[in-house]
């Protein structure tokens, strides 16, 4: 597989819908078929490098996702193909990037993949704890619980992770950037 | 001139130094001898969309520096050269950059510049007016007049702006990244 042009792919979603482990198997699937420059930007690393101090105001949410925008636009600006995870919970501000990354990387070259997954589902799963601490108030504006998700109208990408396997989640997102040339067999 | 591997030029100086000036020239130098995927990190423009909300103390510009430090330090590693121009004050968040982008880039790939011209000259060019505001007391915190300028000790290249042209300035900027192998002839 080769790289034809630089992409973000962005994914959205609750806390524990899968993004991350989607995010990783896409990168690996990438890299182990020859584009080995991918960056991954991951919502909470991104988070201590450039938005300490924010909370989780929508307002600071937003600004959070501003900033995470603005660096996958310089990759996908320079060619180099980038990955971002994060909860990225308002519409608005997710095609606010989208037009960001299309002004620079062209039609198509903003991937939004719905990491779609019931609130139900992601707190039995509750990998991190977040969602009982966000039950017993411990975490106040937790997202699904007692902060608003706004589910994408039109993703490039929907993978139900509730029903479909993180592998077979990853072929449909490298199908699609197969599909529209990003990258090439 | 052919991109051998990434690197970040890094200027420091006091406003009307000349940081924004040599960087211009450089790019375009670099642009018209067919390195033509340089990124430039304007610190008035990285402010905006970075640290927006950040002041001027200490803290605050250390944490601005990091931020572009970061960004440089993605961009050097994926091979996108890139130039910061920013004030940049304080030798140990400088320094801190410089081993985060030779951690990723190698030796080297960290190119500081120091764009040395005394606060008196840079006073009276006084471009954007900004050394009037600080006079007056409109701005507070202001670089050179009343907050610290640390100039650093072995920058890879010294410009003196109040003796040389900002061409030959540029001209030993491009003859470091050359004689180091970033870039070939």
Known sequence: MALQRGFTIWFTGLSGAGKTTLSNIVHHRLQSEG???????????????????LGFTREDRDTNIRRIGWVAQLLTKNNVPNIVAAISPYRNV????????????????????????SVDICEKRDVKGLYAKARSGEIKQFTGVNDPYEPPHN?????????CTPEAGADMIIDHIRSKGFVKL
């Open 94 to 117: 997710r095609n606010e990037v989208r037009k960001m990354i299309e002004h620079v990387g062209g039609p198509g070259s903003f991937i939004e993949v719905f990491a779609d997954c």
């Open 155 to 163: 993703p490039e990408v929907r993978v139900d992770t509730s029903q």
């Open 35 to 53: 584009v080995t420059n991918v960056e991954v930007l991951d919502g909470d690393v991104v988070r201590t490098h450039l938005s300490k101090g």
